[in-house]
């Protein structure tokens, strides 16, 4: 206990600290020209960006200020409205127009060139995230993290609200596509069955001729069954599949047949045997002992395996 | 040093589970609780709903998110990398390969037109995403939801996680749960599509299949599938994989492994971390209400079009070479439980019509068709 008293830090930080990134920003091209800022929640929990400090200004990554002057030098996003939950994936996007009075989105600052952008946790000591945008930074393009990189870079396409990486947006433009042109699903549905089937049935035709083709070649090249194996070799394949067929029976059948286990087993090894005395015989008689194919699939059901 | 220790001990009762719970929590701890009832007490999948049950438990354990590295979502934590496989996707080909190191498909090869009613099962899918999208989903959000109607959960975590990361947790626990009422979510369909006549149809007795077409197979249907739906590879690339292991007699130890110790592990750290990523705040929204309705209609589209598509087959088909339609539930590909159920319900209408092997068929062929549905829902939508 001692030990895990000395891990708590002083004060509680707030939920979201790990999760909440600043991932975009641009200077000229939010709504009436506005800079703005995108923050994301990376993780796959809604987080509260509400208590949160938001600034532009350089002092307040000095660690030598108390509390108290670096929040004066910052702005507080309100809490206590949804707007500020960011669900999982999402991002949420702050003008920064220097007049708050606008709205919970609007921050108390505005952004130039060069600028540098840091968020505090609501106890005005944890950096949660900081940036510092480039001097060129051209109107029109803003600064991205690829999360996926781990980088930044400028993008020519500003992105706010949606996510930054180029596959992102490629998916979410087939999204949108699909959500647009195919609104009640039938191309979709018809498209994928299509795809389905089509694989399904060139399977089928290629194993239906292959089979045939086999069966053909076996009977053509097999020599007739010599006399002397048949009376050994049959009842060891009769019994083999008898016992497998049973043993599946016994862990799958509980519910159906008469209750009596024997009689069920005793029953399932007389029709296999009925089905294997009207068999296609392959040809070949060997007295070579293999494994039932039915074998694995008795362990597979008795280990009560599944997907 | 007593205000200190007054101080300390004041703040560590605020980072209590106890302190920081919320109802929901609560809730979703019996939730986690049921489930372990369920898997003991009724036997109901007990391998996953065990894993699961206790994931949930441990992942509504509240606390206070202040950097010790412990959630299931917080970076560089132990559960965070156990998690890793679910998030991305790649516990669920692992899964698949065990899956192939055990699958016998000579059913299926010795009657090759059951991979069609494999196929038409997958309809469930397809008519859960046109009523996912009516219920207001992203077309991303619905292809997640819809591919329940595979009856996999394995695909349903592999598609989840790269549609709809958000819904996952809600879609794993729908599939797996559906999973487990496989037994009772179909007869009902069963019965009420097929006439008494239908049901005691004796099949064909199963052809011999030569080792030489089981070694192809894998081999053909890798290069039939994935050639054809590249987005499917993950999963279809190490089912086939998985099942050359078994079949080529060759890799007797790999294939074990891959289907036992391998699988099992795989399936410990999938139903744990599944269960934990169902935290409250996600996992008790209207969505998972939308979510577990859908699963069970996806369900009951599979059963319904798996049973008719065998009907339709039957009007085309020789008589000595009619199908049972009691079989084509099995098209899903809850395996075996569905080709249980068709055996279980032959043998109620027949006592000596054993339709187990029969409906292995369709059953395998389901998770190859659910594999590649989930390919076409990727490629389309990824």
Redesign the interface.
Known sequence: MVALLALLPMGALADGLQSLRLSEVGLSNGPEGTAWIEIQNTSYGTQNLGGFYITNNPAVLDTKLTVPERIKKMHLIPTGNPITKVTPQNCIVLYADGNDNLGLQHTNFTLQAGDIVAIYSGNGIDLVDSLTIPEDLAAGKSWAKDFKKGTWRVCDRPTPTQANDYEQAKKNNKIAEFKEKDPYGFAMAFMAMGVVFSCLLLLYLFFKFFGKLFREKESTVAPAAPLTAPTKAKPAAIADDAATVAAIMAVTDATAGTGDENLDVALIALAMQAELAHDEESGVITITPTASPWADKAEMIAAGMMK | MWDFIGT??G??V??TGFACGEWSNYIMMLVGIFFIWLAIKKDF????LIPIGFGIILGNIPF?????EVGI???NSVLNFFYSGV?DGWYPPL?FL??GA???F?A???N??L??V??AA??G???A??I???LGF???Q??GIAIIGGA???TAIFLSSKLA??L?GAIAVCAYSY?ALVPVIQPFFMRLLTTKKERVIRMK?A????Q???I??PI??LL??AM??PSGLPLLGVLFFGNLL?ESTKTTRLAKTA??SL?DIVVILLGLTVGC?T?A??FLTADTIKIFILGAVAFAIATCSGVLFVKVMNLFLPQHKKLNPLIGNAGV?????AA?IS??MG??YD??N?L??HA?GPNV?G???SA??A???LG???
């Open positions: 300390k001990l703040d560590f605020t980072f999948e007990p391998l996953l206070k998110s202040i950097g010790l979502y917080e970076d998030k899964i065990g899956i055990m699958t016998d000579t299926l090869l010795a090759p037109k991979l069609l494999g196929g997958q309809f899918i397809f008519g995403y046109i996912a999208l009516l992203e077309p991303n619905a292809a996999d959960g394995p990361p958000n996952m999973m007795p052809r011999k299949v030569s030489t077409e089981k192809i197979f053909v249907g039939m599938t054809i739906i078994k289907g036992s699988n990523s935290q705040s996600e590909s809850a395996v075996p439980m249980r055996q279980n043998l109620k006592k000596h054993y187990l092997m292995m062929a998770v190859i068709g590649i549905a390919g076409a829902l389309f939508l990824g």
